[in-house]
């Protein structure tokens, strides 16, 4: 009997809990049109974006506040269905959102995108403006929604032969693009060109890049956003493969590469040139015949130059210095002369060079079969004594002491006060730095001339 009776309470306490669930549950909610919403931000500003191309997700948050529960009527983008916005709230794409419960102290994160329509018509940026309108209890809220559309040219695939990149618009690379053998791509002064997710430059022909020191061309991952301005691997970089061309760029930056100028069996002049924010190297070469001139490298997390079995190699008036303020570096020196058994003889010419970062040894010779010229240089250095790398005459510096640069955090390697950079070069026919200004008669080590 009492096993019967404790069914029977069971039964009741299921049958209560299941009328108070079907109670109203909904929590008050102010209709006072003095309580109003809350912006994380007064605008949503997409600033430059490519057209064409869907730009990254952008959040923002509507808050409430106060110690009441809003409702908000209505949600709206002006636009509607001609939107180049793609608005998310609460999870739901639309143009209009109706009745959304927002908490006292709580808050709602909404979701911005844009795909900007190009205009043929235009160069510079075209504006695109919209609104997002809150209504709560009478009160009307905007949220202006600005970005500047660029548009760009896209390029994929194999380009037209003796190609001509101008600066009126930028171009975008997708995946694989190829100059063919015999063709030219020469790049003008000013030009952007930015590259896709793991899209690179392949160049069977010849590549003439024709920057000035003011108006130099720029290379790299097409995300503007500041957060990416030093990221690293996001394109895979110049690929330079084997032929008889000479290859010239004339004032180009390069960054965010996995290697920003991989080359083979050719021949590559750099006049002042940057390369920066490579995830692996800034430059490598297999038996090639390079000469940098007035160039700087940077910021890459493996090595900022290797030549490997063979080749020439001329370096006069560069700057390279790696440190590991943005990544951690794998603990290699950063520039490496590297020759194995057998392979074709390796010329190495260093003057008026600094070889520079936060490791001890940022310099490296390997295997047999090499010459070395070496004058007027900078080197930090674990590995070889001041004898080896500065015999009578020659004047390198090993380890020296003081500061090199004004700040090298920020990527300025230009000669700090008192630097032991200053005066200690040797007079080449390269009058102007890496900036285009004059070099005096004791001209500085590096890429930059000291003007107080």
């Not at 050719?266 to 038996?287: K, P």
């Not at 079995?309 to 560069?318: F, P, Q, R, S």
């Not at 080896?388 to 390697?413: M, Y």
Request: hydrophobic fraction near 35%; include cysteine; charged fraction near 15%.
């Amino acid at each position: 009997m009492k096993q019967r009776s404790w069914h029977v309470q069971y039964r009741i306490v299921i049958l209560l809990a299941w009328l108070l669930a079907c109670q109203s549950t909904e929590e008050p909610v102010s209709s006072d049109s003095q309580l109003k919403l809350s912006f994380s931000s007064d605008a949503i500003i997409l600033d430059t974006v490519f057209t064409d191309l869907t730009t990254p997700t952008y959040r923002f948050s509507v808050y409430n506040k106060n110690s009441k529960n809003l409702r908000i009527q209505r949600i709206t983008l002006q636009g509607g269905n001609s939107s180049p916005y793609k608005v998310i709230v609460n999870g739901k794409a639309g143009n209009q959102w109706k009745d959304v419960f927002l908490r006292a102290g709580d808050s709602l994160r909404i979701l911005v995108s844009a795909k900007l329509p190009g205009n043929s018509q235009s160069q510079e940026p075209t504006l695109f403006y919209d609104e997002l309108l809150f209504e709560t209890n009478g009160n009307q809220q905007k949220v202006p929604l600005i970005s500047w559309g660029q548009s760009v040219n896209h390029i994929s695939g194999t380009i037209g032969c003796d190609a001509v990149w101008d600066a009126a618009r930028p171009y975008i690379l997708y995946d694989s693009v190829s100059v063919a053998p015999t063709c030219s791509l020469t790049i003008e002064a000013g030009a952007r060109v930015y590259a896709y997710n793991r899209a690179a430059l392949h160049v069977f022909g010849t590549l003439l890049v024709n920057g000035t020191p003011t108006n130099p061309v720029v290379m790299g991952g097409f995300r503007q956003e500041p957060l990416y301005e030093k990221a690293v691997g996001t394109w895979r970089g110049l690929l330079l493969y084997p032929n008889t061309s000479r290859h010239v760029l004339n004032y180009c930056t390069l960054r965010n590469t996995e290697i920003g100028i991989l080359c083979s069996d050719t021949q590559v002049d750099l006049n002042g040139c940057q390369i920066y924010h490579a995830s692996v190297a800034g430059c490598v070469a297999f038996n090639s015949t390079m000469r940098l001139y007035n160039s700087i490298i940077s910021n890459c997390i493996e090595r900022l130059f290797q030549a490997n079995d063979g080749g020439n190699y001329e370096l006069i008036h560069c700057t390279f210095a790696n440190y590991e303020y943005d990544f951690f570096r794998n603990n290699e020196p950063g520039t490496v002369f590297l020759q194995s058994d057998g392979a074709p003889a390796m010329n190495i010419r260093l003057f008026n060079s600094v070889f520079w970062g936060n490791l001890a040894d940022e310099i490296y010779f390997v295997g047999p079969n090499f010459t070395l010229q070496a004058a007027h240089n900078v080197f930090k250095t674990a590995i070889y004594s001041a004898e080896v790398l500065n015999p009578s005459g020659n004047q390198n510096q090993v380890n020296p002491s003081g500061a090199l640069f004004q700040n090298e955090r920020l990527l300025d390697f230009r000669p700090a006060e008192n630097s032991p950079l200053i005066n200690r070069g040797l007079p080449t026919s390269l009058t102007i730095d890496i900036k285009g200004n004059p070099r005096d008669s004791q001209p500085d080590i590096g890429a930059f001339e000291y003007h107080p």
